[in-house]
T-cell receptor, first 115, second 111 residues
């Protein structure tokens, strides 16, 4: 299967610890997105990359959050000094963008629990 | 800023019947894309149907169709011949590079 994969699927951490999530997009996709979804809500945009360039960051992405996409392939999302409010599902999606917005393919998500 | 509103937190339908999920949005753009995504319990989100705003014809995908009213900024999803596997959260989304999602509608399907 060559869909979007995310690792780990679940992460439990203590408040104040750093965590890093990885997303592997569909190989030919040039865009990669990160979203956060809390219980009972729709996903909220965090940031996105076109190839290796980070083109937009949401104001939700505080300075404790950083995302990278070296070489335009996989991406990592790091949260430093985690807080209980960071507990959520972190979703990654990828798409092949030409001129018109195309379908975003989502991964299974990483569920973060901060205790 | 664009916003998406889904006013039905939960809906239910009998198997084989038809159900319509509502969505309204707000934008000042004239050209954009709208999507319905399905998120089954503990499974990943998948695209159900998409609509380009410049197309007047409503999109259809098998049992799924939309009623796109551009002037009213309304984008409802109709599911015909509902099946047990249709039970999921359904999210309406507006595309402007990134997706802006509504809060979702939980659809239950009863046998």
């Amino acid at each position: 299967d060559t869909g979007v994969s995310q690792d780990p699927r679940h992460k439990i951490t203590k408040r104040g610890q750093n965590v890093t999530f990885r997303c592997d997009p569909i190989s030919e996709h040039n865009r990669l997105y990160w979203y956060r979804q809390t219980l009972g809500q729709g996903p909220e945009f965090l940031t996105y990359f076109q190839n290796e360039a980070q083109l937009e960051k949401s104001r939700l992405l505080s300075d404790r959050f950083s995302a990278e996409r070296p070489k335009g392939s996989f991406s990592t999302l790091e949260i430093q000094r985690t807080e209980q409010g960071d507990s959520a599902m972190y979703l990654c999606a990828s798409s092949l963008e030409d001129r018109a917005p195309s379908e975003q393919y989502f991964g299974p998500g990483t569920r973060l629990t901060v205790t | 800023a664009q916003t998406v509103t889904q006013s039905q937190p939960e809906m239910s339908v009998q198997e084989a019947e038809t159900v319509t999920l509502s969505c309204t949005y707000d934008t000042s753009e004239s050209d954009y894309y709208l999507f319905w995504y399905k998120q089954p319990p503990s499974r990943q989100m998948i695209l159900v149907i998409r609509q380009e705003a410049y197309k007047q014809q409503n999109a259809t995908e098998n049992r799924f169709s939309v009623n796109f009213q551009k002037a009213a900024k309304s984008f409802s999803l109709k599911i015909s011949d509902s099946q047990l596997g249709d039970a999921a959260m359904y999210f309406c989304a507006y595309n402007t590079d990134k997706l802006i999602f509504g809060t979702g509608t939980r659809l239950q399907v009863f046998p």
